[in-house]
């Protein structure tokens, strides 16, 4: 991961004012589909790559979790998260996911949220999640979707009545850095195709699940621009297994 922009001061204090940084996964526009691919949480031992404010965290051990880890490189992040936390089986750690280095069979369930296009090594980030996993265990992850990382600047385009014209897609193929526009900051991102996702997935024995590509629920509609989230796939969130 080449920058942590979550500990700069101006931008975490714009980004926890985000809807579902305050109210967390009921104002997550892909929640809903995310929670239906997620595997029974019970007895599990579970991690969580690039675990933001613990909203995973805390509902894996409501859900029966027999212990969880949320890493992450951010340490504004993982104060929040330790704040919000109230479960003895969950724990928190500072770590880049490229660092990952846990013994075989470590986790039954590995889980991450909107963090992998923030590696330039899918790649590698699959190996170390193969390697840490039980047999048959469940890597369940989200990311932002290809066609909305392809572009580069993550903008509308408008019209000359400053009206929503289309979304830019374009170098689809050219994978690698990205710098996105968001809070009147430049974040760094890592485009990747579905191919890569997916295959890459395959390579490293894994088996595919479940793939999907998640619209906002009927609940969020009047949030401003939600309704534009149709218009093109923001994200994609995909369940793979460890084939044995």
Same mark, same amino acid.
């Given at each position: ?23 967390? &996964?009921?104002?997550?526009? %892909? ?9 029974? !949480? =019970? ?28 890493? #992450? ?23 880049? @996911?490229?660092?990952? #280095? ?43 979707? +290809?066609? !909305? ?32 526009? !968001?809070?009147? =900051? ?6 990747? *195709?579905?191919? *890569?996702?997916?295959?890459?997935? &395959? ?9 999907? %590509?998640?619209?906002? +629920?009927? =609940?969020?509609?009047?949030? +401003? ?8 796939? @923001? ?10």
């Amino acid at each position: 991961m080449e920058e942590n922009e979550y500990d700069d001061k101006s931008f975490f204090e714009a980004y926890s004012k985000f809807p579902r940084s305050v109210e967390g &996964l009921k104002a997550a526009g %892909e929640w809903p589909t995310f929670q239906k691919m997620l595997p029974d !949480f =019970h007895d599990k031992r579970v991690l969580d790559i690039g675990c933001g404010f613990g909203w995973h965290d805390i509902y894996a051990a409501q859900n029966g979790a027999k212990s969880v880890l949320g890493i #992450d490189l951010s340490e504004n992040m993982l104060k929040v998260a330790q704040e919000k936390n109230h479960y003895d089986n969950v724990h928190y750690q500072k770590m880049a @996911m490229e660092d990952i #280095d846990f013994p075989e069979n470590s986790f039954d369930i590995v889980i991450s949220s909107l963090a992998l296009h923030y590696t330039p090594d899918f790649n590698l980030i699959c190996q170390k999640v193969r390697h840490s996993l039980s047999p048959n265990g469940a890597f369940v992850f989200s990311v932002e979707h +290809p066609i !909305f990382t392809a572009y580069g600047n993550q903008e509308w385009f408008y019209d000359e009545n400053g009206e929503i014209a289309c979304w830019p897609v374009d170098h689809y193929f050219e994978e690698g850095k990205r710098e996105a526009d !968001f809070l009147n =900051h430049k974040v760094v991102k890592y485009h990747k *195709t579905l191919t *890569t996702y997916v295959n890459t997935l &395959l390579q490293n024995g894994f088996t595919l699940k479940g793939l999907e %590509e998640p619209t906002p +629920p009927k =609940h969020l509609l009047d949030i +401003p621009g939600m309704k534009d989230e149709f218009r093109r796939p @923001m994200m994609l969130i995909i369940s793979a297994k460890r084939a044995e």
